[in-house]
C-alpha cells in the first residue's frame, strides 16, 4: 500500500534558523509526494509537489523539498523559518492510479520561536 | 473567489440528529472528495466522486451519504449523529486522472452533543 510517514510529531525551531520537516514514503512504482499546510483553524494549502524531474522541488512561501530515491525520502525545507510558518504540515503521497486520492502523514507541528 | 467552499463552518448538534455539509467548487474540477480528520489531526479520505459517479467508498458507516448533484457539488449528509462523528470535515477536488494537487475547503467542525 501507498503511504507516507512523518516521524516526529513537533518539531520546534528557532526563528531565522533552517526548518526541516520529515517524510519518508512507501510505494510501489513511481511516487506522487505531496506537501500541505493547515494553519490554526484553516483548511490545507498546497505548498509543492514531486511528479518527476528535479529532485529539488521548490513551492510557495519559500519552502522547497528534496526527493531522495535511495532514502525514499521527501523532506520539507527552508533556509530561513519565520514565525509565521508556525502550522501543522502533512507530507501525502497519491495512492491510485488515475485517481488522486491522497494519503496523508500524521502530520507535523512546526513552532517557530521569536 | 473562493475556489472549494463548504456550509457551514461550524455545526453542534445532539446525538441522533440528521445534518447536512454542502461543498461547492468553482474551479472546474471534475473529482471531489470529503476527508475527515479527527482530533489528533489525522486526515482520512472517505468518499470520492468523479463527474458524478461514486469512485472510493472507503469503511465509512451507511449513516453517511454523499450526493452530488453535478460535478460541482458534493454534498455530505449524516444521518443518526454519534459522538464519534465529531471532527473536522473537508471537502477537496483536483482534476481526474493526471497526479496534481487537491484544493481544499476551509472545513466544517462539527461537534456532536
Known amino acids: 500500500a501507498q503511504s507516507v510517514a512523518q516521524p516526529e510529531d513537533q518539531v520546534n525551531v528557532a526563528e531565522g534558523n533552517p526548518l526541516t520537516v520529515k517524510c519518508t514514503y512507501s510505494?510501489?512504482?513511481?511516487?506522487?509526494l505531496f506537501w500541505y499546510v493547515q494553519y490554526p483553524n484553516r483548511g490545507l494549502q498546497f505548498l509543492l509537489k514531486y511528479i518527476t524531474g528535479d529532485n529539488l522541488v521548490k513551492g510557495s512561501y519559500g519552502f522547497e523539498a528534496e526527493f531522495n530515491k535511495s532514502q525514499t525520502s521527501f523532506h520539507l525545507k527552508k533556509p530561513s523559518a519565520l514565525v509565521s510558518d508556525s502550522a501543522l504540515y502533512f507530507c501525502?503521497?497519491?495512492?491510485?492510479?488515475?485517481?488522486?486520492?491522497?494519503?496523508f502523514g500524521k502530520g507535523n507541528q512546526v513552532v517557530v520561536i521569536p | 473567489d473562493t475556489a472549494v467552499s463548504q456550509t457551514p463552518k461550524y455545526l453542534v448538534t445532539q446525538m441522533g440528529n440528521d445534518k447536512s455539509i454542502k461543498c461547492e467548487q468553482n474551479?472546474?474540477?471534475?473529482?471531489m472528495y470529503w476527508y475527515k480528520q479527527d482530533s489528533k489531526k489525522f486526515l482520512k479520505i472517505m468518499f470520492s466522486?468523479?463527474?458524478?459517479?461514486?469512485?472510493i467508498n472507503e469503511t465509512v458507516p451507511n449513516r453517511f451519504s454523499p450526493k452530488s448533484p453535478d460535478k460541482a457539488h458534493l454534498n455530505l449528509h449524516i444521518n443518526s449523529l454519534e459522538l464519534g462523528d465529531s471532527a473536522v470535515y473537508f471537502c477537496a477536488s483536483s482534476i481526474g486522472g493526471d497526479p496534481t494537487e487537491a484544493f481544499f475547503g476551509q472545513g466544517t467542525r462539527l461537534t456532536v452533543v
Open positions: 466522486y468523479n463527474n458524478k459517479e461514486l469512485i
Open positions: 501525502a503521497v497519491r495512492v491510485l492510479y488515475g485517481n488522486n486520492r491522497l494519503a
Open positions: 474551479l472546474g474540477h471534475d473529482t
Open positions: 510505494v510501489s512504482g513511481n511516487p506522487y
